[in-house]
């Protein structure tokens, strides 16, 4: 599975990005496909993850950040909207097979992982 990731930026506090993940080798439709994100400062931290119509979202971003899919492009997106500095950070875009889905917010239980796309909110 490869995954290609896209999106990321720099805006300002308020304003909205799009990070999309286009996985290629397996199909996204009977998979896990999702985001973490990390900066030096924090561990990495659990964003969102999508399983067929099933969302999941990390406390912090949970009202702000909106995770979907498109199984006819093997493609996530994560709209963002009302970015803080905080989630200032470098995206990775993490694809899992055969999860269990209470474990979706762990880090280790995705076998492939995109090669990051960096997000940067000023205030």
């Known amino acids: 599975v490869q995954l290609q990731a896209s999106g990321g930026g720099w805006v300002q506090a308020g304003d909205s990005l799009r990070l999309s993940c286009k996985a290629s080798g397996r199909s996204a439709s009977m998979s896990t496909i999702g985001w973490f994100r990390q900066t030096p400062e924090k561990d990495r931290e659990f964003v969102a993850a999508i399983w067929r119509t099933r969302a999941y979202y990390g406390d912090s971003v949970k009202g702000r950040f909106t995770i979907s899919g498109d199984n006819a492009q093997n493609t996530a997106y994560l709209q963002m909207n009302s970015l803080k500095p905080d989630d200032t950070a470098v995206y990775y875009c993490?694809?899992?097979?055969?999860?269990?889905?209470?474990?979706?917010?762990?880090?280790?239980?995705?076998?492939?992982w995109g090669q990051g796309t960096q997000v940067t909110v000023s205030s």
């Open positions: 993490v694809f899992g097979v055969n999860l269990i889905l209470s474990s979706v917010r762990q880090a280790g239980q995705y076998q492939y």
